[in-house]
């Protein structure tokens, strides 16, 4: 088809956006053998369509286009979309599809598509957690976050890409499952320092228990910062005991001031079991920064 072709059913395509078309009117276009033209109809099936059941399929399906420009804006429109999509029999079977396209972003949405829609299982999720590329792995491991799947969280712990295992990381603190500990324990010695200020992080949510403490105090002389203050995060689910305490009150002459929050704040949270560390938390009201001076005197004042 020629330039002049392409922009003349481009032109007819955007005169019949103004009448507020039908589905049906917009099926010669979705359809047409120009991807300019099919990429700007879905635009078109987005902002009037009133059938969303019938619309759905068609987002779907283009996600495998043969014209990368008319994936990406399917991609994109999915995503938009996912609260209006409607899943159904050709919905399902075209977002599948994608799962297997050569296109590792097609296949990250085909799959946060999937999960968002609860249309997946962990078995599918388990079966698409090979993918070669690592973004659509951590895709997968979303998806095994919206399904609580503790078990395929800690089997993908042993990915190779930190960005995976970070996902993880993250993914347990979300759960906030207590039975997740274990694997968080075991990333909390990753040699990625983002990993293991993540895994340590999550620990505030899904408990700290007797291992895990031992962890978090040895990470709060860690070389990152991060990491120092993930520890003394974990350390507010932990129960109050003087090994933590003495950690803690060291923690309040870090250098950095986001550890001393933490710490302080963490030991604020511990002052009606563990009143010895009041004069610690003294001693804080006199700190450099505004913000732990605040924690240490709501937690002095409560």
């Known amino acids: 088809m020629s330039p002049d072709a392409v922009a003349a059913r481009i032109l ?3 005169d019949l956006a103004d009448e507020d078309p039908t589905h049906e009117e917009l099926e010669p276009y979705l359809a047409d053998p120009a991807p300019e033209v099919r990429r700007n109809a879905l635009g078109v099936l987005s902002d009037h369509t009133e059938d969303w059941t019938a619309a759905s399929p068609v987002f779907a ?4 286009d043969e014209d990368p420009a008319v994936r990406a804006a399917a991609t994109r429109l999915v995503r938009e979309l996912s609260e209006v999509l409607v899943p159904g029999e050709e919905f399902d079977a075209a977002l599948r599809r994608a799962t297997t396209h050569a296109d590792a972003t097609v296949r990250l949405e085909a799959i946060d598509a999937l999960w968002r829609h609860r ?21 997968v491991v979303l998806g095994f976050v919206s399904l609580d799947a503790l078990d395929a969280l800690a089997r993908a712990a042993d990915d190779p890409d930190p960005s995976v295992r970070l996902a993880v990381a993250r993914g347990l603190g979300a759960v906030g499952d207590p039975r997740g500990t274990a694997t968080l324990t075991c990333l909390a010695a990753d040699p990625e320092f983002l990993v293991r200020a993540a895994a340590l992080t999550a620990m505030a949510r899904t408990g700290c228990g007797d291992e895990a403490v031992h962890v ?3 990470a709060l002389t860690d070389d990152a910062w991060e990491v120092r203050q993930g520890a003394a995060n974990a350390l507010s689910s932990a129960a109050p005991d003087e090994r933590g305490a003495a950690a803690l009150v060291t923690a309040l002459g870090d250098e950095n001031l986001d550890v001393r929050k933490a710490a302080v704040k963490t030991l604020g949270a511990w002052l009606p079991s563990r ?14 920064d505004a913000d732990v001076r605040a924690y240490a005197r709501m937690s002095l004042t409560d």
């Open 119 to 139: 249309l997946t299982t962990v078995d599918e999720l388990t079966g698409l957690s090979g993918d070669p590329d690592a973004a659509v792995r951590c895709e």
């Open 12 to 14: 007819g395509l955007l």
């Open 275 to 288: 009143p010895a560390v009041r004069s610690s938390l003294e001693s804080a009201l006199s700190d450099v």
């Open 216 to 218: 978090a105090v040895a």
């Open 61 to 64: 399906a283009a996600l495998t």
